[in-house]
């Protein structure tokens, strides 16, 4: 369709075993025999975030042993592919995998030693993920009779500030990737780069958040002015709720950047929700597309929404394991230093604030937050706000929010919400709406999360619909 470049994404699942590694690199060998430059960015394989998070986790707790059975589980799992792939025992990627298990246990063994995890030291251990999937893609690619190269995150340029765990590009990374990739594409060899990892200008490893290879893909892109950056995923594109949730979930055919991060900010675990960012812009687009189904054409994320008349809400979505912190007395009352204190002690502690509401009695503040960040805030709180107020956290709570342009200026959306969840019985506890108007979110109970997502796509019309 006259690509000259792209960019494509591999997440876990796309790189979990030899035979998906495989398929993976026939996916962009389609593009590159083409005559497509490609530059591919690849995720750990599945699962072995999480367990690189546990080892680490257990060697701070002294627990050297079950941290070093999980590396060696690790590490057969990567040996087996790479054998699978065709390399010999003694190849160049055999070498490169044992050098870099080795670094890895060497630095586990620093956090048992020392019985600390600091975020730099996470980010370097988890950042394995990546840096041992990438040569894993290489292999793949030159066994097509393609010629690659990979490299860590930093060595594609990517620049973050030191934010560990949540880092993000600095404006000096997009002609820094520019100028090392482009020889090599200019060369005919295909960069591999392994995502979700960045490098601060000391050259320490830095992640840039969950799901966060999305974002090196969009940062690439971006950098070299791809035409589309494709992530290739397990399902067929952003659908209207999560398919293992709604059996009937649909895929949308296109969503604007602002869709799509509302949806991602909401729990929709497909995409990172910064993702697009580096796309806005420009107006590259994104490509959502199925792995299995590669001619299918998925969902294409771009500047413009497209709205379907009677249809004003395309996706629901739910964030689990949330907390609802209410802070109350007559303190709150009418006091907006009051409210001003409470969203500083909160920025300062860099959480993610899901929703916040205020009675209109105005003596009660409620936030909702990640409940693995509830204690922080509860803390923050606590020390930061100087009157006497309760503060008191609800946990077991889930967000659910509904997402479209086409609820701009809509009457009666919210109203047809709130009856689906009156419906099944599912008690409302918080409400609000972005003020971009692309979602309304409410509280409910976290036992509640499937039937009400379930309720609420039902409510819009927004399964399957049968063919005319
Ligand atoms: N609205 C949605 N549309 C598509 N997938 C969704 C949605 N909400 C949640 N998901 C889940 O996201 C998963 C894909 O994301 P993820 O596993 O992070 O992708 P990858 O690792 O392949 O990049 C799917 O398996 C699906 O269950
Ligand atoms: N491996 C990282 C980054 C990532 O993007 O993974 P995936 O593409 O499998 O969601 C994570 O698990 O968070």
Not at 179 to 186: E, H, I
Not at 210 to 231: C, M, P, Q, Y
Request: glycine share 10%; proline share 3%; no cysteine.
């Amino acid at each position: 369709m006259g690509y000259e470049l792209l960019v494509m994404k591999f997440g876990g699942t796309n790189m979990q075993d030899a035979r998906a590694v495989r398929h993976s690199a026939s996916l962009a060998g389609r593009s590159i025999q083409g005559g497509v430059k490609v530059v591919v960015v690849v995720s750990a394989m599945a699962g072995v975030t999480n367990s690189l998070l546990k080892l680490a986790g257990a060697a701070q707790a002294g627990d050297i042993a079950s941290a070093n059975d999980e590396i060696a589980l690790l590490r057969t799992r990567h040996f087996a592919a790479a054998q699978e792939l065709g390399a010999a025992p003694d190849s160049a990627v055999v070498r490169e995998l044992r050098e870099m298990h080795e670094t890895l246990r060497q630095a586990v063994y620093g956090v048992y030693l020392l019985r600390e995890l600091t975020p730099r030291s996470r980010d370097l251990i988890v950042a394995f993920g990546e840096r041992l999937s990438a040569p894993l893609m290489s292999l793949a690619l030159e066994q097509a009779g393609l010629r690659a190269h990979h490299l860590t995150g930093g060595e594609a340029g990517i620049l973050t500030d030191t934010h560990f765990g949540n880092a993000k590009p600095l404006p000096g990374t997009y002609e820094r990737v520019k100028d090392r990739l482009s020889g090599l594409l200019a060369a005919g060899v295909t960069p591999v780069v392994a995502g979700f990892m960045g490098e601060t200008d000391k050259g320490a490893i830095t992640t840039l958040g969950r799901g966060g290879t999305d974002f090196s893909a969009t940062i690439v892109g971006k950098a070299l002015g791809a035409d589309e950056v494709w992530a290739w995923k397990d399902v067929d594109g952003v659908m209207s709720a999560d398919p293992r949730v709604v059996k009937d979930a649909r895929n949308i055919e296109v969503l604007s950047y602002g869709e799509v991060m509302e949806l991602a900010y909401f729990g929709a675990k497909v995409l990172h929700p910064l993702a697009v960012t580096p796309l806005q812009e420009s107006g590259i687009p994104l490509r959502v597309k199925s792995a299995a189904d590669p001619d299918f054409p998925g969902t294409l994320v771009q500047a413009e929404a497209r709205d379907e008349a009677g249809h004003p809400v395309k996706a629901v979505t739910a964030i689990r394991n949330v907390s609802i912190i209410n802070v109350s007395g007559a303190g709150v009352l009418g006091i907006p230093e009051v409210i001003a204190s409470v969203f500083d002690a909160i920025a300062r502690e860099n959480v993610t604030l899901l929703m916040v509401s205020q009675s209109s009695s105005m003596s009660n503040v409620s936030l909702a937050v990640q409940t693995a960040d509830a204690e922080r805030t509860l803390t923050a709180l606590r020390a930061g706000v100087s009157l006497e107020l309760q503060i008191e956290e609800q946990p077991g709570v889930a967000v659910l929010a509904i997402v479209g342009s086409g609820m701009r200026g809509q009457r009666g959306v919210s109203a047809r919400m709130f009856t689906a969840l009156a419906d099944e019985d599912v008690n409302i506890l918080m409400i609000s709406q972005g003020s971009s108007e692309l979602n309304v979110s409410v509280a409910v109970e976290g036992e509640h999360v499937e039937t009400a997502t379930r309720a609420v796509h039902r409510a819009f019309d927004l399964g399957q619909r049968a063919l005319a």
